[in-house]
Structures are given as structure tokens and as C-alpha cells.
């Protein structure tokens, strides 16, 4: 099918139904924020409607002319690595027979691992400082046929990074990101997701040729969904970002109802 969109879905935090975080939020809170609840409804929803989970590498392969998709491919990732991801988001879809890629900052996973805390930056929540999952969490997710992609080490803004420090500054959290992602997984990420959606011509060329796919990331609101379908370079995947100010009618939509 030459027509063919793939819905890229980025999540960040999920959280059980009775967590605080979840009390407030409304229309213009609650950026990067979902319950399981919905969460489950969602990938039932995927279930019920013919939809499959594939693998970022199996779109990249696609998009690059080496598989075939299925008719109705989706999906999954979880951006930063959470803590949440690994106790509420791995349950869910582990029942559900699903996988995704997680994108962890590094710098984060690596405190968390010590046993630190880590204040971030980002644009759906602002400054701020929650649970990371440690590198056993990281395995946990490879074990359970997750991908594991790049994030950068400190969630650092690439554009700004690039303005600030030149391609050393860029190439320095690469290298930070990947030092670590050898020593404790023995692996260095294929696909990379840019924090914030922050990023330019010239991160891109520096990046495509350390990573097999380059993310972008748009945050709107009202919503407006960016597409990947055929014609979308690897090096440029859109993708739908969902959070509780995504109502289930709006989602539906994403799949052509
Ligand atoms: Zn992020």
C-alpha cells in the first residue's frame, strides 16, 4: 500500500488511576500525563480494531524498502524512562501481547541508578524531578522484547545545545548517552528520538550518521496530528503525541474513524 500511515504513538508518564498527578489535570494541564486506565482502553482499542505493534526498526526497515508492514501497523513508544514505565506502561502491554521503544536519558537512568535524583527539563512538565528507572529497569524492558533508543544524556535541547556548544556540544551527548548504554546493556542505540522536538538541519546531519532513525516531536494544542506514512524520511519520523488532553475521540481519529 502506497498509502499507508503508521501511527507513531509517544508517551511519558503513566500513572495509576488513583495517583495525585492525575486529580488536576484538565484540558491545558497535564502535558506528558496519562492513567493506565486510559492507557488500557487505548491499546484495547488497538486490539479490537485490527491494530498491530511493530517495532521502530521494522518501520525504519520499511520506510527503507527492506519488509513489508502489516496493513494496520502502530508504534509504541515511551519517551525518558521513567520509572513508570517499567511498573505501569510494561504490565499493560505485556498482557496485551505488545511491545515498545523507551528512549531514556541517560544522565537520569544513571543517577537513578546510584540511587540519586535527577531534575529535568522538559516541555511538557517544565523543570522538574520524578523517578527514573534504573539500568536493571532499561534490561528489563530489552528482556521483554522492547527496543531501547537514544535520548541524549541530560534531555538537553539539541538545537539550543548546538547554538551554545557547536557540533562538539552534540556529538558530546552522543557519546555520553552511547558510553553508557554499552557499558550497561552492551548495546548502542539504532533510533533516536530529539528531546523536546528540538532540533535543526544541522543536528540532523550530524546525527544521521550516528542513528538508523531520527524522531521529531511536536506538541500542539488544539492537536494537530503529524503523519508517517511512505514518503516520510527515516531520518524525520512524526509521530502523535498522547497524554490526557488527547480525548478517546480525538485518538480514534488517528485511526481513520
Ligand atoms: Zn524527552
Redesign the pocket.
Known sequence: MTDQRVPILVY?HVYPQDAPELTDVDATQGAGIIGRPELLRQMQYLVDHGWQVVTSTRIVDWLNGTTSLPRQAVVLHF??GWLDTVTVALPVLRDLGMTATC?P?TGAVEEASCGRGTTVR?LTEGTIRKPFMTWDGVQDLLDEGWEIGA?THT?CKVAEQHADEGDDGVIQEVQESHALFEKHLGLVPAHF?Y??GSRNDRTDALLSSRYRSLRR?HVSFPIVWQVTDRATSPMALECQNIDVRVPFDAFREIFGE
Open positions: 511519558h519517551d525518558n528512549f536519558i522538559t535520548h534531555h528520538a528531546p523536546s516531536w
